[in-house]
């Protein structure tokens, strides 16, 4: 049997999805707005050009309003999606068990095991650590609810 190396626990519910799901999708929505912005910046500049001030405003106006947009969007989708889960998905218990090769994933209905091979890569911010399976699929750890040691075990094993 192996030893229980690290226990890391979490209370998902909606402001905890809309985190990590947030921080998922972080880099595509950030790729999405910057060539949205290029385009009408260079819109802009050609509507100012040919003295079209009202449209080089309306264009500012976009710009400004954009990424605030997309954000709202965003999370109103998630919520949406939230709310369509079946109940005993949303309100979840998660505790995670770090083991030497494998981390185990415990929930109020069930359990799996996950090696660290599996694991893609991480991303890491000031308070959390999302340990992504897929491109779009993670587990999200708060970093409050880690020991240090822990986050140092997971950079040194995920990194290689």
């Not at 954000?71 to 083991?99: C, G, N, W």
């Not at 000031?126 to 240090?148: A, H, I, S, T, Y």
């Amino acid at each position: 049997m192996d030893k229980l190396l690290y226990v890391s626990e979490l209370h998902m519910n909606l402001d905890e999805y809309i985190r990590m799901s947030m921080k998922v999708t972080e880099k595509s929505r950030r790729r999405i707005v910057m060539i949205a912005e290029a385009i009408w910046i260079v819109v802009g500049v050609i509507t100012f050009l040919m003295k079209q001030y009202y449209l080089t405003a309306l264009m500012a106006i976009v710009i400004v309003a954009y990424p605030s947009a997309i954000v709202y969007l965003y999370k109103s989708k998630l919520k949406k999606i939230y709310a369509e889960m079946p109940t005993h998905q949303q309100e979840q218990d998660i505790r995670y068990e770090f083991y030497p090769n494998y981390v185990s994933v415990i929930t109020n209905k069930s359990e799996g095991k996950i090696r660290y091979s599996d694991i893609k890569y991480f991303i890491e911010s000031e308070d959390e650590l999302v340990l992504m399976v897929e491109q779009d699929k993670g587990m999200l750890l708060l970093k409050k609810n880690c020991k240090p040691e822990l986050i140092d075990f997971l950079k040194e094993k995920l990194s290689n």
